[in-house]
């Protein structure tokens, strides 16, 4: 019988399990939603008891989707969002709310609570925030952890652990406190090129505690993605995944970073450093890959063995893509025909505004002229890069009185431009500290869309390629289980084998191009009034 392999993925709205052969041909796949909390100061809670049963849910569902039996599926990867997990003795969770509900135990990493004290962590100048591109972000753990220090103090003291998600679920899977490379270099400040935390970032900042106890609490051991853990599931885990004790489990990856293991090594290794990848969701990430070491301003990273092992990583994104236009859009009065409209043909409202905008025009370039005098900065929730400013906020020009459908459209089309420029940006600030890049590889729900992905392309002027598979993120999961299983010798062998595109989307030239550069150039003005706004008391 062939072998298959499992990927599992926890984003901010649901848990996806999906099963994969060794081709990395989707065979089956099935989801669970998981519940968002939020209570006002910018905080967002999940719980990590109802995301261990929606995993559960989700993968036997994939099993019953994929039909195939438990003992052929060989390995198991996981990737989460980069949340923080509280968790107390034997793994019970600690609430981190206002609520005091213990099971609301995990920041997730839209939460802005700690945006104090990362300014205070950023004041501090350390070297180690050279690592995150000057600047430590309020989505970081280490902000979060000064923050819970702070204002529960016994919780902070009482705790067990604090776990990035993913390796909080490799945790539950196999009893293993192995912990990514991927998760504590993103998001921690370890220092992976160095193999080794930095005790005097964690005493100049005040979590000096962490350092003196020898860091058992956040992570002793590191390992590469991919990386075989303990002896596989247990038997308690295989039985909640519907699977076989002993299935081999790979240590994790965020799951920005395992949509770009699952999309760069489509045209083989030696086009992974020409090629970004960008993760649509939610938010969004880009992944950039070099050789050597690159240190851009506002980008975090580079990081050491952070996504392929070997190279060097620089992630950047927006704190909202998807959510972006899913909040530009309440704001307009036709917003609810147009849903009613759309849910009566089963579809989301940015895909039948996508659909809708494609139908007046010739070409898909040319959607971008509907948006003319209407722009969007769409920085709701701040800059993640090349600012990291968290406290700017979004910009809305060009409205008119009119409130019909077809407005709507015109601002839909102009938020995906808005994003597409907030991508250029990106790109720019790479490319301005020599790390070019080719083309851009994209993933993600939100970037499913064929007229998403050409606007995309028109924005930013690079080429954009659609990966072969609809689940690209689970496919850079479902890569680190069939690695940990020994079904391919690496990362890279694995991800030429397993990863390939259908299709390239070349950007506009000539008129249009100038059209997109001169509404680029507005979106920086219109961006830089808006930072100089949020300055204003």
Known sequence: MPDYFMGIDVGTGSARAGIFDAAGQLVGTDKCDITLYREPGGLVEQSSREIWQ?????????????????????????????????????????????????????????????????????NQGHPVLRYVGGKISPEMETPKLLWLKE????????????????????????????????????KWTYLSHEYQWDDSYFESVG???????????????????????????????????????????????????????????????????????????TSSCTMTTTKEPVFVPGVWGPYYSAMTP?????????????????????????????????????????MWLADRAATQ????????????????????????APHSDPNTRAVIAGLSMDTNVENLVRLYVAGICGIGYGLKQIIKAQADSCAHIKTITISGGAGRSQL????????????????????????????????????????????????????????????????????FELFVKFQNLAREAATQT
């Open 54 to 122: 929606a995993i559960g849910a989700a993968s036997k569902g994939a099993l019953k989707s994929a039909d195939v039996h438990p003992t052929t599926v060989r390995g198991v990867g996981f990737d989460a969002t980069c949340s923080l997990v509280v968790v107390g003795e034997a793994g019970n969770p600690l609430s981190v709310s206002p609520s005091e509900d213990p099971n609301r135990n995990i920041i997730v990493w839209m939460d802005h609570r700690a945006v104090k004290q990362a300014e205070k962590i950023n």
């Open 207 to 281: 979590l000096g505690s962490l350092a003196r106890e020898g860091y058992k609490r956040i992570g002793i051991n590191v390992v590469e993605p991919g990386t075989p853990l303990a002896n596989g599931l247990t038997s308690q885990a295989a039985d909640h995944l519907g699977l076989t004790k002993g299935t081999s489990v790979g240590a994790g990856l965020i799951d920005a970073h395992a949509g770009g293991l699952g999309t760069v090594g489509a045209s083989g290794n030696n086009a992974i450093v020409d090629t970004l990848a960008y993760v649509f969701g």
């Open 452 to 519: 998403v992905r050409q606007l995309l392309a028109d924005t930013t002027g690079v080429p954009v390629a659609t990966p072969a598979t609809q689940e690209p993120v689970l496919l850079g999961s479902a890569i680190l289980g069939a690695v940990a299983a020994g079904a391919f010798s690496d990362v890279g062998d694995a991800m030429t084998a397993m990863s390939k595109n259908s299709e390239r989307l070349e950007p506009a030239k000539d008129a249009l191009r100038g059209y997109h550069d001169a509404r």
């Open 310 to 350: 070997g190279t060097w990583l620089l992630e950047g994104g927006q704190s909202a893509t998807g959510a972006a236009i899913e909040q530009l859009l309440q704001y307009h009065p036709a917003s609810v025909e147009a849903a009613d409209a759309a849910a009566k043909e089963g579809r989301s409202l940015p």
């Open 151 to 186: 204002n529960l103090p016994e919780t902070f003291e009482i705790a067990w652990q604090f776990f990035d998600l993913v390796d909080f679920l490799t945790w539950r899977a196999t009893d293993s406190l192995d912990r990514s490379v991927c998760t504590l270099t993103c």
């Open 361 to 384: 025009v010739m070409t898909l370039s040319d959607v971008a002229l509907l948006a003319n005098g209407t722009h969007v900065v769409p920085e709701f929730l701040g800059n993640r």
